[in-house]
């Protein structure tokens, strides 16, 4: 996910990926304890997506205040 992807989003769009990103961060981390986990570069990639996420928002209440 690239940050020209996001910046078209509005802010419950924004905050409904980063509720799926979490998620999927959360189940990768299972995995790993587990042992299961296959793609491990994965994981780095969502929490990546998370912060870009977040920033999209931040920038987006900044400018509707």
């Known amino acids: 996910m690239k940050m020209s992807e996001l910046k078209d989003l509005t802010?419950?769009?924004?905050?409904?990926?980063?509720?799926?990103?979490?998620?999927?961060?959360?189940?990768?981390?299972?995995q790993q304890a587990s042992s299961q986990l296959e793609k491990s570069s994965?994981?780095?990639?969502?929490r990546r997506g998370v912060a870009r996420v977040e920033t999209q928002i931040s920038v987006v209440r900044k400018k509707a205040a």
């Open 11 to 30: 802010v419950t769009e924004l905050t409904a990926k980063g509720r799926d990103l979490r998620q999927e961060l959360f189940n990768l981390r299972l």
């Open 42 to 46: 994965r994981l780095r990639q969502l």
